[in-house]
């Protein structure tokens, strides 16, 4: 009955209904759209560096607070000094006895003790700059863009410290982690390196952009899914993204057909069906 209404029908109607259906099927086939996979995003906890003094000695002056942003290179404190630049000082006038005697030997003509006081001038002038670098290591400097998250710092100053002992922890802020959980059907696609963005909750405005760089090989159980995790990298120059915010996040795959990208879901679903019925 559906074939003889079909057949009923003026031959420009039926000629217009099958090119529509064929336009439709191209339209599946050939035309791109983005595919993305999506899940929620939690930001992880950000990286602390230690720093510590490379020499022994008392701190003298603390220049930060806890909670205060710093450079990379900024001075945060510097330990005392007065037993290096008192070595420095020795050193510089041993170095500079030991040029003038080369000086005064070049003059004279004695090419034996010339060439004696240029090995002494060479000495003393390793000394003078190791002298002048372990002077420089007395000022306690920031490795990184960051902040400072010790507790009371400045309690520290009059304390001694041993090279190698903690001074003070500085939060990397010029990049977050975001965690997304992607579902263990869609890990497959994702690579990393891929394009990203991330909405939070915290700046519901807002969307972050940033690269998949790593997929986790380990899956997770989530209520009764199990899940595996990309970490996005996000710049965070300004350290407005912090540990604990959550949103939602969307990686970019690639332009996929849109028949692949509207029907893959149900055509996976269908699959396992058969696959469960016939057990081929």
């Given at each position: ?48 560096i ?14 930060v607070?806890?909670?205060q ?10 330990l ?34 010339a ?35 010790t ?8 304390q ?17 982690l ?42 997770t ?60």
């Amino acid at each position: 009955r559906q074939k003889q209404r079909f057949m009923r029908q003026s031959l420009a109607r039926r000629v217009a209904k099958a090119l529509a259906v064929v336009a439709v099927v191209l339209f599946l086939i050939l035309c791109p759209f983005p595919l993305r996979v999506d899940g929620d995003a939690v930001v992880a906890a950000q990286q602390t560096i230690v720093l510590e003094p490379e020499v022994n000695g008392v701190v003298r002056k603390v220049f930060v607070r806890e909670g205060q942003r710093v450079r990379c290179g900024e001075v945060l404190a510097a330990l005392d000094d007065w037993q290096y630049r008192a070595d420095l000082a020795s050193v510089q006038a041993k170095h500079d006895t030991a040029v003038y005697e080369m000086n005064r030997a070049l003059a004279s003509n004695n090419s034996s003790q010339a060439g004696f006081e240029r090995v002494q001038t060479e000495y003393w002038g390793s000394e003078l700059a190791r002298a002048r670098e372990r002077l420089q290591r007395l000022n306690l400097r920031s490795p990184i863009d960051g902040i400072v998250v010790t507790p009371r710092i400045e309690t520290t100053e009059g304390q001694f410290l041993n090279a190698g002992e903690k001074f003070a922890d500085i939060l990397d802020i010029s990049r977050a982690l975001i965690n997304v959980s992607i579902d263990e059907h869609d890990i497959s696609l994702l690579r990393p390196g891929e394009g990203a963005s991330v909405k939070l909750e915290s700046f519901p405005a807002r969307i972050w952009r940033g690269n998949v760089a790593i997929v986790s090989p380990q899956s997770t159980a989530e209520g009764e899914q199990r899940v595996f995790y990309s970490r996005v990298e996000i710049p965070n120059p300004n350290g407005e993204l912090r540990a604990g915010m959550s949103g939602r996040s969307k990686v970019f795959i690639g332009w996929r057909p849109v028949g692949y990208v509207l029907f893959r879901r149900p055509a996976m679903w269908a699959g396992q069906k058969i696959w469960n019925w016939i057990g081929w």
